[in-house]
């Protein structure tokens, strides 16, 4: 389960919302996020307390046995506390391997970082080792990042496909 690991490290570098619903996400080009990378905002990202500016993956997509890079950058419009919350969904085709909510704090240890997240402009770069044995196929996640009182943080969806 290494690649769910490296995808909710890719996609929990950024992710936060208020509530998840079961079931598809319409991925739309209008809530494409800026930069090099294959994620999608789940839905308008005006209201959301994370402003994600850019994010940039190396290379895009992610091939298996390569080094992945990624670079983030965004603004949060208040201070992240503990209590947040990620959930994570990570579909290989039409089977589900993941479908967990979790502490969002503790997730941020994946990429190096801890709560509490101050208010204001944050980078984040972070080099993740993709194992040579991802099974080839079609990959989607979907982090769905939340306050503790329930306010949307972000929402994030990307696919990938691994080839042979």
């Known amino acids: 389960m290494r690649i769910s690991a490296l995808l909710l490290s ?6 936060v919302s208020a509530s ?3 079931g598809q ?3 739309s080009e209008d809530f494409k996020v800026p930069g090099d990378n294959p994620l999608h905002f789940c839905g308008n990202p005006k209201d959301d307390l994370l402003e994600i500016e850019k994010v940039d993956l190396s290379p895009n997509p992610p091939q298996p046995g390569h080094t992945l890079s990624i670079k ?8 992240i506390e503990e209590g947040a919350k990620v959930h994570i969904q990570v ?6 391997l993941i479908n967990q909510e979790s502490d969002l704090c503790d997730a941020l240890s994946n990429v190096d970082l801890k709560c509490p997240l101050d208010k204001g402009e944050m980078t984040l770069t972070k080099d993740v080792d993709l194992p040579k044995q991802i099974p080839p196929g079609k990959y989607t996640v979907l982090a769905d990042v939340f306050t503790k009182d329930g306010d949307k943080i972000t929402c994030l969806t990307a696919t990938v496909v691994f080839s042979r």
Do not use: N, R
């Open 10 to 15: 890719a996609v929990c570098a950024i992710s």
């Open 91 to 96: 579909k290989y085709g039409l089977i589900t």
């Open 72 to 79: 983030a950058s965004g603004d949060f419009k208040e201070k």
């Open 20 to 22: 998840w619903v079961p």
């Open 25 to 27: 996400v319409a991925i």
